[in-house]
């Protein structure tokens, strides 16, 4: 067991209060509350961030460029081309991309030993990227991490470089990417009791 155990008490009460005042703002993915409440009332993890997936189309100066970056779409679920069109008529200036990022979530274990066990339940349960994120005095975190992505750039300047028969081919693959990855979060939500 590493030394860290009597801080592990204090990190996961300071997380489960963060979690709370996030929820009472709305700010976190109402799909994966579930998956998170069962994290939290294990004895040995907590969560301390977490995304469900999602599909976005994104203004940047530069990409990558997150801080100046607009969101014109944000969805965790599957998204029409209807919205998908509304958000990239929105597009001014800078370049415009269509983003997809699988579920992730960041979670404290009590000791190597759990973090162990959950790294191997995620990887099991389809998040091939999970991996131990950092070790500190404090606390390991175990990352959980998914393989589904897509970065497809589709104009600069307002000017759109892609047609709507492109652009509803890849809303079609981000929701077949989208309905794959929720999949995984309902086997390791369902795995979850198994820690």
């Known amino acids: 067991m590493l030394p860290f155990t009597k801080s592990f008490e ?13 929820m ?3 700010d976190v993915d109402e799909d994966i509350i579930p998956l998170l409440g069962k ?7 907590f969560t301390t961030s977490s995304c469900s997936g999602r599909i976005s189309v994104m203004e940047m100066p530069n990409f990558g460029d997150k801080v100046n970056a607009v969101w014109l779409g944000k969805w965790h679920r599957e998204v029409s ?7 990239v008529r929105k597009h001014r200036k800078g370049q415009l991309w269509f983003l997809v990022r699988s579920p992730i979530l960041h979670v404290g274990a009590r000791t190597l030993e759990d973090a162990l066990k959950l790294l191997n339940l995620a990887i099991g349960a389809g998040f091939k990227y999970s991996c131990i994120k950092s070790v500190s005095e404090r ?9 589904e992505r897509m970065d497809v750039p589709l104009g600069l300047n307002g000017t759109l470089w892609v047609d709507e028969n492109y652009l509803a081919r890849i809303v079609e693959i981000a929701n077949a990417q989208l309905r794959r990855f929720k999949g995984k979060l309902k086997r390791l939500e369902e795995a979850v009791t198994r820690l």
């Open 10 to 22: 204090a990190e996961k009460r300071k997380a489960l209060e963060k979690l709370r005042a996030a």
């Open 24 to 26: 009472e703002r709305g």
């Open 39 to 45: 994290f939290n009332a294990l004895p040995s993890y």
């Open 81 to 87: 081309l209807e919205e998908v069109l509304g958000a």
């Open 139 to 147: 606390k390991l975190i175990v990352e959980i991490r998914s393989t």
